[in-house]
């Protein structure tokens, strides 16, 4: 027996164990320490802001802390409120617009009943009386079929809809548990960053604690880059639809442009939650020119999108574009419109332990 393969295939099994081991871990661990987890988050992403007040401004660390949750705090309430007062004008206009457009979509699906559907069930009741009695059971019994079908996913759909809404209402106390205790652990964790690292690194060896700082450090830099990608593709395409709307003399394009660049965010389908109605509706009532021009606006967003994303993307990670393209091909592939962001991620985690020779180290522990 050749020891040495014997020894490496145990040490191979004992460092895939562990992995696994470790992943378990932390996915069941998460499920009850996720509101610690979005604090040390918040606190990661918020430190350079800490920093600066604490150094700069030579303000004490506790102040500066709360200092950096009140800005952030107040920005995204004056978002909030800015999105609020945008959606009240909206529903304003709305409000003034939509009767008459109403009027004419009624007006256009009763034209249309009079002298298409009519006429056409005329023609199909003449058809069917003219078919043989088992003829006339069949397509009978397919209707019932048909209208049985319809009926029962219905009914399924309303039920479901109407036994999550006690859930829905559940989630609010439970989410406003999960805001203030992740409130609280951003404040501790922020307050004391440098003694929890020094703590950390204390626990580790000294080769594990190097690398540790290169992953976290490489990770970092990725983060932050990602978070720059993602505003720099949702400013392009802002852009392209605020010019397109004003090209086209929509109302309220600029208010149109930044809620349509802040659904961009959602993956893959973005812009066309706002687009796709939109069209449809503006076709129905007859405004073809502004639903062909909404249509080449729509598809000129797509494609600028597809093409800058894994540029933008593997210039801000530091990535190669072919290798982005094909995590976000992977990623939404296997997990659907979450891994347009998930593969990506999983790129820069692997490369980034990569560049900290972490698989080489266990490499080099396999082979002994």
Same mark, same amino acid.
Do not use: C
């Given at each position: 027996?050749?020891?040495?393969?014997?020894?490496?295939t145990?040490?191979?099994? @004992?460092?895939?164990?562990?992995?696994?081991?470790?992943?378990?871990?932390?996915?069941?661990?998460?499920?009850?320490?996720?509101?610690?987890?979005?604090?040390?988050?918040?606190?990661?992403?918020?430190?350079?802001?800490? !920093?600066?007040? +604490?150094?700069k401004?030579?303000?004490?660390?506790?102040?500066?802390?709360?200092?950096?949750?009140?800005?952030?705090?107040?920005?995204?309430?004056?978002?909030?409120?800015?999105?609020?007062?945008?959606?009240?004008?909206?529903?304003?206009?709305?409000?003034?617009?939509?009767?008459? +457009?109403l009027?004419?979509?009624?007006?256009?699906?009763?034209?249309?009943?009079? =002298?298409?559907?009519?006429?056409?069930?005329?023609?199909?009741?003449?058809?069917?009386?003219?078919?043989?009695?088992?003829?006339?059971?069949t397509?009978?019994?397919n209707?019932? !079929?048909?209208?049985?079908?319809?009926?029962?996913?219905?009914g399924?759909?309303?039920? !479901?809809?109407?036994?999550?809404?006690?859930n829905?209402? =559940?989630?609010?106390?439970?989410?406003?548990?999960?805001? /203030?205790?992740?409130?609280?652990?951003?404040?501790?964790? =922020?307050?004391?960053?440098?003694?929890?690292?020094?703590?950390?690194?204390?626990?580790?060896?000294?080769?594990?604690?190097?690398?540790?700082?290169?992953?976290?450090?490489?990770?970092?830099?990725?983060?932050?880059?990602?978070?720059?990608?993602?505003?720099?593709?949702?400013?392009?395409?802002? /852009?392209?639809?605020?010019?397109?709307?004003?090209?086209?003399?929509?109302?309220?394009?600029?208010?149109i442009? #930044?809620?349509?660049?802040?659904?961009?965010?959602?993956?893959?389908?973005g812009?066309?939650?706002?687009?796709?109605?939109?069209?449809?509706?503006?076709?129905?009532?007859?405004?073809?020119?502004?639903?062909?021009?909404?249509?080449?606006?729509?598809?000129?967003? @797509?494609?600028?999108?597809?093409?800058?994303?894994?540029?933008?993307? =593997?210039?801000?990670?530091?990535?190669?574009?072919?290798?982005?393209?094909?995590?976000?091909?992977?990623?939404?592939?296997?997990?659907?419109?979450?891994?347009?962001?998930?593969?990506?991620?999983?790129l820069? /985690?692997?490369?980034?332990?990569?560049?900290?020779?972490v698989?080489?180290? #266990?490499?080099?522990?396999?082979?002994?």
């Amino acid at each position: 027996m050749n020891y040495t393969y014997l020894h490496r295939t145990l040490r191979f099994i @004992l460092v895939i164990s562990i992995v696994i081991v470790g992943f378990l871990a932390l996915f069941y661990l998460s499920k009850v320490t996720y509101p610690f987890i979005i604090g040390f988050l918040i606190a990661f992403l918020m430190n350079p802001l800490v !920093n600066f007040f +604490h150094t700069k401004a030579r303000m004490p660390r506790v102040l500066a802390v709360i200092l950096s949750l009140l800005i952030i705090f107040a920005f995204f309430a004056g978002l909030i409120t800015l999105l609020v007062a945008e959606i009240v004008s909206g529903a304003d206009y709305l409000a003034t617009v939509v009767p008459t +457009h109403l009027e004419t979509l009624i007006d256009y699906i009763e034209h249309l009943f009079a =002298s298409q559907i009519i006429p056409l069930y005329n023609q199909l009741s003449n058809m069917f009386d003219n078919l043989g009695t088992g003829q006339q059971n069949t397509i009978l019994e397919n209707i019932e !079929n048909v209208g049985r079908t319809i009926g029962t996913t219905l009914g399924d759909f309303i039920q !479901n809809f109407f036994e999550k809404i006690p859930n829905i209402f =559940s989630w609010f106390p439970n989410a406003a548990t999960v805001v /203030i205790f992740s409130l609280l652990a951003t404040f501790f964790i =922020s307050k004391d960053w440098y003694q929890l690292s020094a703590k950390i690194g204390k626990l580790l060896p000294a080769k594990a604690k190097s690398s540790g700082k290169t992953v976290f450090s490489d990770l970092k830099k990725a983060l932050f880059g990602f978070g720059k990608a993602q505003l720099t593709l949702i400013s392009i395409t802002t /852009i392209i639809i605020l010019v397109g709307l004003l090209i086209l003399r929509v109302d309220y394009a600029i208010t149109i442009a #930044l809620v349509t660049g802040l659904v961009d965010i959602i993956p893959y389908l973005g812009t066309g939650l706002i687009f796709v109605p939109w069209i449809i509706y503006e076709a129905l009532i007859g405004e073809i020119p502004l639903a062909i021009g909404l249509g080449v606006l729509y598809i000129i967003v @797509l494609v600028q999108r597809q093409v800058m994303e894994p540029k933008v993307l =593997s210039s801000n990670i530091g990535l190669d574009p072919l290798a982005t393209l094909i995590a976000l091909f992977v990623g939404f592939k296997l997990i659907g419109f979450l891994g347009l962001i998930v593969g990506p991620v999983t790129l820069v /985690i692997i490369t980034t332990l990569h560049r900290a020779n972490v698989f080489k180290d #266990l490499w080099g522990y396999i082979k002994g």
